[in-house]
């Protein structure tokens, strides 16, 4: 029997431009209507703006497909720069394309099986620091991921000092951060004043990171000796980005798969029931393990909206789309849509050994930008989650059911709280 776990709250009809606008600062999902559940793709007219969302997975594919008729966003970029600099996940063209051709290596030829031990080593530290009782589970899924991140870019855990201090100072930047400054999505003058506390954030961030890099000794063998080709600048850029993208976006998928189980104890067991009592198997021997993910994925894409824009004159579904005009994807409400997916709010991993859209299914991205990285994140949620509910059964906590809200990933208004408790063989 599917389950229906939480939602966040709809944008209220009528809703003006500005009280919209404050909403969007806020979570991006306050101030998206309810009606993009059924809807094919929106549009927003607002004096200096016009977007286009887009929902219908045709269309979606179509605009990740075409990379360079659909660049990445100027404001996204804007809005991370100080952070990621000229990283592979901020530019376009032929810029994006000598990165990318070198970094991909890293995450080919199986090297994410190479890092499975550093995975699974960073699962038993994390499993020592458990206790029985209510445990948030954001920060837990923080550390653990943030862990494996350093260990497999680094060969650094967290407990290292310098890699604590990168988790520590990626944190506050993350508390200051704002999805997007209102004087670069309505694109005014570059000399206007934008938002400086999360600059600052960014840059001691760096500054950490580039600490890290000038600490090697050459002899390590992780992700960061694969990438020799990049400039000492451009290394730190992509550093940075694995930080980001490798952690965060993890940790957030893995924060929801436990509530997800917490909320269907049935589920729960047959996941504990295939992982069995021994050491974790490789995450391709657990199906429904997998199937529990992809089902996470769907309901929760850690990166809800996946802003480009036009490069050029053309049309989506018959409007017309102007020149620098934003077209947002939604993993979200493609993933949720009403018109593709059977029952698409419940929590349902058995829908994955049925026929599927799995072209309204992209969490990861597609196209030519689609994340490097998947394999990597797929292996490290199945085997975390399976390490965790082979050792601990989860369970909600009455009355204390999160609220999903959507900045750069989707996470809990104030935390997940779930209660462990450890199983008795």
Known sequence: ??????????????????????????????SQPERLYRAQMAELRAPRYRSFTVVQPEVARHVLAEADAFPKSR????????????????????????????????????????????MREAGERMLQGIAPGVVEVEELTARVT??????????????????GEVFETFRAYQRVQPLASPIDVM????????????????????????????ARTGDEEDMIARLGALSPEALLDNAVMFLLAGHETSASALSWALLCLALDPATQDRVVAEVG????????????????????????????????????????????VRPGDPVILSPWHTGRSERVWDD?????????????PSEAWFPFSAGPRICPGAGFATAEGVLFLAMIVQKWRVE??????????????????????????????
């Open 187 to 214: 694109r005014l003058p570059d000399w206007l004043p934008r938002r400086r506390r999360g600059q600052r954030e960014a840059a001691r961030l760096r500054q950490v990171m580039a600490r890290m890099l000038a």
């Open 75 to 118: 404001v996204l970029a804007r809005t991370l720069a100080p952070l990621l600099g000229r990283s592979v996940f901020v530019t376009n063209g032929p810029e994006w394309a000598r990165g990318r051709a070198i970094i991909d290596p890293a995450f080919s030829g199986g090297r994410v099986r190479q890092m499975l031990p550093r």
């Open 396 to 425: 909600p906590i009455e009355g204390d059911l999160p609220r999903p809200v959507a900045h750069l990933t989707v996470r809990s208004a104030d935390g997940i709280r779930l209660r462990f408790t450890e199983r008795v063989a």
């Open 146 to 163: 943030a862990d494996v991140i350093l260990r497999a870019m680094f060969s650094r855990p967290i407990d290292d000092a310098l890699a």
């Open 1 to 30: 029997m599917s389950v229906i776990p939480p939602m966040p709250d709809s944008r209220p009809p009528g809703i003006s431009i500005l009280a919209r606008w404050r909403r969007f600062r806020r979570d991006i999902f306050a």
């Open 277 to 320: 009592t021994g050491e974790i198997p490789d995450f391709r021997q657990l199906p429904f393990t997998r199937d529990v993910w992809r089902e996470v994925l769907r309901l929760y894409p850690p990166v809800p909206m996946l802003p480009r824009e036009s490069a050029a004159s053309t049309s989506l579904r018959d409007r017309p």
């Open 344 to 356: 698409p709010h419940a929590f349902d991993p058995d829908r994955w050994s049925r026929a599927v």
